[in-house]
């Protein structure tokens, strides 16, 4: 392939996808600290307010259901450290969706609205599936594609000549304004091409699993078969994994409950799950996180750089910020590029 078709094809992928690409770099960048940023944006609501011991499942379930009577509980997320709240997704038979948090000890609901009052979620709405589901999860998954294509066509038309690393990394500050900007956009790409790739990689597989990992429908509204059932599936779903916490709840239907808990014995992400029947207090499935089948179990952690710890996740950060940095450089050269040389006009000699 010759150099200039790989810059013409790096160069209009990289104009089609940067718009799409920069909400991507931001959202992600967002999500490193997803939970510390919804803590620091809201604290009046995502903040434990009471002090004391926490209340039982059931009465957090009830509060829910007292001033929510016609949504259903879809999910239930529990709290991430002492000052943490429990985050619930609720939806209608029709699909509407609604957010809440509760405060652990009074149970009191300190916000609830739809996805735009809680900007933490709605960035790992829109970096997952751009607020669209299924249609999303299928752009996004283009998106990442069309990332990868641009590192491979910009490694390729960038890659030196044996002998000329350094000189094909330097940035000469002395030129013009424009070079300068040419020569920081290869030169970053080239130094965080693997780390661009291995995020747009990972991106793009997680991409591809929620294609193929679609969730299932509400089920009809209905209410559990009692009003203790949940405390006690909750307490057998710890006793199948002492010692492990408990991340979140699905409630696929009003009479099951999937309790999953935190395995970081595997890794950051990882999973046991506990499927309980509310109205027999039965355990009807046992999955250690070594025998899940997720696929996106090992590939989570790298993508969100929870894998390697802090490091990691600054790591991550500073990918990100790079992806979006190329994402405004590209199409800067581009418009340079396009405007009109001012030359002066020649000087005519004297007859």
């Known amino acids: 392939m010759s150099k200039r078709l790989l810059l013409l094809i790096h160069r209009y992928c990289g104009l089609a996808a940067a718009l799409f690409l920069l909400v991507q770099a931001a959202t992600g960048a967002m999500l490193v600290y997803r939970a510390e940023l ?13 002090q004391g011991p926490d209340a039982p499942l059931s009465a957090i379930l009830g509060a829910i259901r007292d001033q929510h009577p016609d949504w259903r509980i879809r999910r239930i ?9 429990y985050f619930v997704h609720l939806t209608t038979a029709e699909g509407a969706a609604r957010y809440a948090s509760l ?8 916000r609830a609205g739809g996805i735009w009052s809680f900007p933490a979620e709605a960035a790992l709405r829109i970096h997952y599936e751009m607020m669209s589901g299924l249609p999303g999860r299928i752009f996004i998954l283009l998106v990442g594609i069309s990332l990868l294509g641009m590192i491979a066509t910009g490694l ?7 002998g000329r690393w350094r000189k ?16 920081f956009h290869r030169s970053l790409g080239a130094l965080l091409a693997p780390l661009i790739l291995l995020s747009a990689a990972t991106g793009a597989y997680l ?8 969730p299932a429908p509400p089920a009809r509204l209905s209410s559990p078969p009692s009003v203790t059932a949940p405390d006690r599936a909750l307490a057998l779903a710890r006793s199948q994994f002492p010692g492990s916490a408990v991340r979140d709840i699905r409630i696929p239907d009003p009479g099951t409950f999937n ?14 799950l506990v499927r309980v029947d509310l109205a027999t207090n039965r355990v009807l499935a046992r999955i250690p996180a070594d025998r899940d089948p997720s696929l996106w179990v090992p590939i989570l ?6 894998a390697l710890g802090t490091i990691g996740r600054i790591i991550l950060l500073l990918g990100a910020l790079a992806i979006a940095t190329l994402t405004v450089t590209g199409p800067l050269m581009w418009l340079q590029a396009r405007k009109p040389s001012k030359k002066k006009p020649a000087l005519r000699s004297a007859p």
């Open 38 to 50: 919804a803590r620091l944006a809201d604290p009046a609501g995502m903040v434990r307010q009471s």
């Open 77 to 85: 997320f529990f709290p991430i450290g002492a000052d943490g709240v």
């Open 103 to 110: 405060d652990p000890g009074s149970t009191r609901i300190l």
């Open 156 to 162: 390729a038309y960038w890659w030196p000549r044996r």
């Open 168 to 183: 094909s990394l330097a940035i000469d500050l002395r030129l013009a304004p424009k070079l300068v900007l040419r020569h």
């Open 207 to 214: 991409a591809f699993v929620l294609l193929i990992e679609s």
């Open 259 to 272: 309790i999953l808990l935190r395995a970081p014995e595997r890794n950051a992400e990882a999973v046991h």
């Open 301 to 306: 952690p790298i993508h969100n750089g929870k």
